[in-house]
Nanobody
Framework: QVQLVESGGGLVQPGGSLRLSCAAS????????MSWYRQAPGNQRELVAA????????????NYADSVKGRFTISKANAKNTVYLQMNSLKSEDTAVYSC??????????????WGQGTQVTVSS
């Protein structure tokens, strides 16, 4: 009923940049939370960045993991139900599978939470 399509992962050298995208489609009335998580081999999944909408969907609030503050920026395009993660000054420790998470409501009012399939980000020289 809700599908997420992620794109933008790949191999990049240390200090480089990547932009991840996650587009939601399907039976969606509203989206009030979009976030990116990552999981490196042997590690637990961790929250990288999140963006939530106010009740009027005009203002947003964001939060970031300390390890990415100042380097990563999360944003969204409401009309496209898409969330982005701009990643700059990438480090080898950013290497992980990145997954988006979307929380919203179906047209009939029920809440949904959906995970993307994950996209690999590898930072290596």
């Amino acid at each position: 009923q809700v599908q997420l399509v992620e794109s933008g992962g790949g191999l990049v050298q240390p200090g480089g940049s990547l932009r991840l995208s996650c587009a939601a489609s399907g039976s969606i009335l509203s989206i009030y939370g979009m976030s990116w998580y990552r999981q490196a081999p042997g590690n637990q999944r961790e929250l990288v960045a999140a963006i939530t909408s106010s009740t009027n969907y005009i203002t947003n609030s964001t939060n970031y993991a300390d390890s990415v503050k100042g380097r990563f920026t999360i944003s969204k395009a409401n009309a496209k139900n898409t969330v982005y993660l701009q990643m700059n000054s990438l480090k080898s420790e950013d290497t992980a599978v990145y997954s988006c998470n979307v929380v919203g409501n179906f047209p009939w009012g029920a809440r949904f939470e959906k995970w993307g399939q994950g996209t690999q980000v590898t930072v290596s020289s």
